[in-house]
Structure formats: C-alpha cells, structure tokens
C-alpha cells in the first residue's frame, strides 16, 4: 500500500491518503483510503474501472483498517469517477458493501455518486435487492461529510 498526499478530487482535500494504484486490462485504477479514528469513519474512493479482482484485492486492506473503527463506524465511498460499464460491476461493488456488513457493525454508508442519475437508479435498485440499509446517496464529497457528521 502506497501512500498519497494533497490529492484533491470532488471538491474534497484528501491528505495522507493510502491505497493503490495500477492498471488493469481497462485503464488506470485508483483506490484510496482515509481512517478517520475521531470520526469513526473511513473515506474510500475509487476511480476508474474496477474489476471483482481489484475489488477483492483491496477488501483485506480495507478491513483491516476498519478494524481500528468502533461500532456503528460510517463508510463513505467517493465512487463518483469510478467508470461503470455494466450492472456486474455494480453488483461487485454491492457485495464488497454486504461483505463489510458481514465482518462489521457498520452504522451507514454514504456513497458520492456524481451527478450521474443512471448510476444513482442502478446502485438503489441493486442495494435493495440484496437488502441492504443505511445506504445514502449524495452528489458531492461536502453533503457526505455533512451526513457523516450528524447522528
């Protein structure tokens, strides 16, 4: 796991990021990860196209910094440069969403989604169809601090 600094993207600040970076047989892909233990959350971006292999890859890092999280930690997932070609890779991100849930006491996930309404139809329909709670869907980094931030 490499470390970022100052990297700026959705109009948020991120420092002292970890994650990866590479190339997979459809371009660059980045996944980054923000622990914020006095918060209680973890800030999680994607972009590019990720594959279930990438996903995979990058779930036991996750977990191990969610570890370090008390109970009812929030997830929020900057998903709003990740390129989405089919519902498969919706439903791959859909079930790293229900694996967290199964290794932890996740209080919500608030997950940055653009302005892409397609994308925003396409996650909700899937979310309930496995079931899923406490999902919330936001347009900018901001609104999903601001959710994070109130009980």
Known sequence: MKEFRNFKSSGYDY????????????????????????????????????????????????????????????????????????????????????????LFKVGKVIRVVGNSRPILMQLSKIDKKFNLKDIYYVPTMNEALALAGKE
Do not use: H, W, Y
């Not at 930690?73 to 890779?89: G, P, Q, R, Y």
């Open 15 to 102: 420092v002292r990021l970890k994650g990866t970076e590479f190339i997979n047989d459809k371009g660059p892909v980045m996944i980054t990860f923000n622990l914020d233990e006095p918060k209680n959350q973890i800030i999680i971006k994607m972009s590019g196209n990720i594959s279930i292999d990438d996903a995979s890859r990058n779930l036991n890092d996750i977990a191990n910094l969610c570890r370090k999280l008390s109970d009812n930690f929030t997830i929020v997932n900057d998903i709003s440069e990740l390129s989405i070609d089919s519902e498969a890779e919706l439903v791959t991100l859909n079930k790293v969403n229900r694996k967290m849930f199964e």
